[in-house]
Structures are given as C-alpha cells and as structure tokens.
C-alpha cells in the first residue's frame, strides 16, 4: 500500500471544541462543517463534535445527510437557499436559513412552515447581504412576513483575523441591530478569539475547531488548539545529487553542492500545493527539513542533507502533528483553509 495517510484525531476535535466553548462564553455555538468538514468528513466531524448547539452548511443536501444522522439540533445553511426549489427541503428538515437578498425573500412563501431566518446585512464585506443602509426597510418587511417564525441578525467580517479588525464594520451593525432587540449571529474563529465582543447569541466557529489558528501572528498551539489532521508518508526513493545536478520537473532545484534528496509519497494530486516553492518545511522523521524542486503530481522531493539517518521508510509529516498546517500554507501562499480543503479522496484516513 502506498504509505501516504490523513490521520484525523476525533479527541483533537472534541478538545478543540472545548476551548471553543470556554472562548464563547454564554453564546452558543455553531459548528462549520461545511466543505466536508473543511476536509475531516462530514460523518466523522459530526461524531465528534457532539457537544455543539448546532452546525452550520453550505447546501441543502450537507444538511440533509446531517439529518439522516440523526442531528436533531439547529441546522443552518450558511448562503440561504440557492433555488427556490430548495424551500421545501429547508422546511421538511427544518432548517435555519440564511436570507442574503430580496430573491430570497421573494422565495420565503414557498416554506411550508414558519422558518428561522438569519437576516444578513453587508457591513462591509461586500460579499452577501443587504446593504446597512435599507436596514429599517427590510427588517420591516421580513418581520411582517407569516412564513417567518424567527429572525437572528448576521453579518460577516472582513477582517476579523487582521490588524484592521473588525470596528469600523461592528459598529456600523450593531447601532441598527441593537435597536431591533433581535438576537444576533456575527463572530467567525478569528473574531470570537480575538474581539469577544462579538460573540452575542450565535458564533459561527470552522478553522479553530480543525486546529488552525485564524491569525498570521498567534499559533494554533498558543491558543491551546490541537491539529486535528496530520498528513504522512514515507520517504519511497532517495538520490544522491552531485554539484550541477538538478530534480524535478524544470529542474527547478539546482544542487550548488552535493546533496541527498528524499523522493515522498504525496503530490498534488493528494492535495499537496503544487505552488509550494522550494523551502517548504516539511518534518522526515520528526525533524524539520525543506522541499525541493517542484511538487509532482505524486510525489515531491525533501532535503535529506542534513539528515543522514533518513532514509527509504523513513517518516515525512507534511503538515499537522509537529508541523501546523499553517506554515505549509503560508510558504505556499495560502492559507491553511485551502490546504485542508483539498485533501484529496484518494487520500486514505485513518481516524485515531
Ligand atoms: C465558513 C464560514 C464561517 C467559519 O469561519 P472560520 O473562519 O472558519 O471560523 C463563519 N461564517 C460564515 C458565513 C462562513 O461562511
């Protein structure tokens, strides 16, 4: 079997929940576990985070399989509906939905029972909501609709995770919101950890409960979170390079001197960024060495110079355990989102 593995710690995830909780305060949690679970599995995540208050999805059919799971508690679906054939669904699975735009509103009659809506406003981002401005307007004209049984104000920052914050958009929200006396959905990861402020009724909680920290400048394990996923393989080849010598494709690495290169079991079609340059950190048998050359698609080459005890077998951790998933990302100009996102299906896992 190829040695390439994603271990996946259900006891990282529960724990990471925990410190959630502790960082929520009185304000109840969704777990995100949209995008198969940023990568985890959506089955899996669900069994391990049994102590939410509710999760959060994309699409009718994630919601969907949560109830076929037999979640009984708040589901909400993150973007609204997509279509308007998708209201019956909602009602029939009783979802939480989001309402973004007067298209949506427009499809709120065709529940087939009174729904929660989280009314969402554009603070700032200008990604999905109404705009601030026709605030009074549309909150007017939703809580006058019979087919809407709730209503819970979101909005989503921009800058949660950066020096900027998240001020200019929080208060330009909440004077209106505040006003309505309705609850209130706004904190990401970022936002909850760093502006507790504005946690209030719902938190919407994904990257911190995988283990990654939100931030460029605080580390996963300063805010007492555990990598849930652990990405390993095996060194399967190793090349003795004289001076002059190149590897890869491109040969993008040139030996300046000689050097031992260690070929590992995992490229881009494992989900390894493809754009990670040379200088990548990556651990062979615990300890820290760097890519080299350009990422294969299954296969990508380590510098065993410095590690002349490395050999065939040896262990390669690519990112997690020992190697947070967030370094990876940002030598590869990413974020640790996109990394775990694209796990790969042909990636076996194995839980532990
Ligand atoms: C994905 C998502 C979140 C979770 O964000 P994290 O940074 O992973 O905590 C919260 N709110 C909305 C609207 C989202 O789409």
Same mark, same amino acid.
């Given at each position: ?19 959630? @909780?502790?960082? %929520? ?36 059919? *994630? ?8 979640? !009984? ?15 019956? +669904?909602? +009602? *029939? ?29 554009? +603070? ?9 401005? @026709?605030?009074? !307007? ?62 209030? $009724? ?19 394990? *300063? ?46 079609? $494992? ?22 050359? @350009? ?35 940002? %030598? ?9 996102? %694209?796990?790969?299906? @042909? ?6």
């Amino acid at each position: 079997m190829r040695p390439l593995v994603a271990h996946i710690s259900l006891d990282a995830l529960a724990h990471n929940l925990r410190v959630a @909780r502790k960082h %929520a305060g009185q304000s109840k949690i969704f777990s995100v576990v949209k995008a198969n679970a940023y990568g985890h599995g959506l089955t899996r995540a669900v069994r391990a985070l049994g102590h939410t208050d509710g999760f959060a999805v994309l699409t009718v059919e *994630e919601a969907a399989n949560l109830r076929q799971m037999g979640v !009984e508690k708040p589901v909400l679906l993150l973007e609204g509906p997509f279509q308007p054939g998708e209201m019956s +669904s909602i +009602s *029939e699975l009783d979802l939480m939905a989001v309402v973004h735009g007067d298209h949506q509103l427009e499809w709120l009659h065709l529940a087939t029972q009174p729904l929660h809506v989280f009314l969402k406003f554009n +603070s700032g981002m200008n990604r999905l909501g109404f705009p601030m401005a @026709r605030f009074e !307007e549309v909150l007017e004209h939703v809580r006058a609709m019979r087919n809407v049984a709730r209503i819970t104000l979101m909005t989503h920052f921009a800058t949660a995770d950066e020096a900027l914050g998240i001020d200019w958009q929080w208060t330009r929200f909440l004077d209106k919101a505040l006003t309505s006396g309705l609850p209130i959905s706004a904190a990401n990861s970022a936002a909850c950890l760093n502006h507790p402020e504005t946690r209030k $009724d719902w938190v919407r909680l994904g990257i911190m409960l995988y283990g990654a920290s939100p931030f460029s400048d605080v580390t996963a394990a *300063e805010l007492d979170l555990r990598p849930v996923l652990t990405l390993q393989s095996e060194i399967i080849a190793v090349q003795q390079l004289k001076a002059g010598e190149g590897a890869g494709y491109g040969l993008t690495f040139m030996a300046e001197e000689p050097a031992r290169l260690g070929i590992v079991a995992c490229g881009y079609a $494992d989900g390894y960024p493809r754009h990670a340059p040379s200088g990548t950190p990556v651990l062979v048998n615990g300890r820290r060495t760097r890519t080299l050359g @350009r990422v294969s698609m299954d296969m990508l080459a380590v510098d065993l110079s410095r590690l002349p005890g490395a050999d065939i077998g040896s262990s390669v951790t690519l990112w997690g355990e020992g190697l947070p998933v967030e370094e990876v990302a940002r %030598a590869a100009g990413t974020i640790s989102y996109e990394l775990l996102c %694209a796990l790969a299906p @042909r990636v076996p896992i194995v839980e532990i």
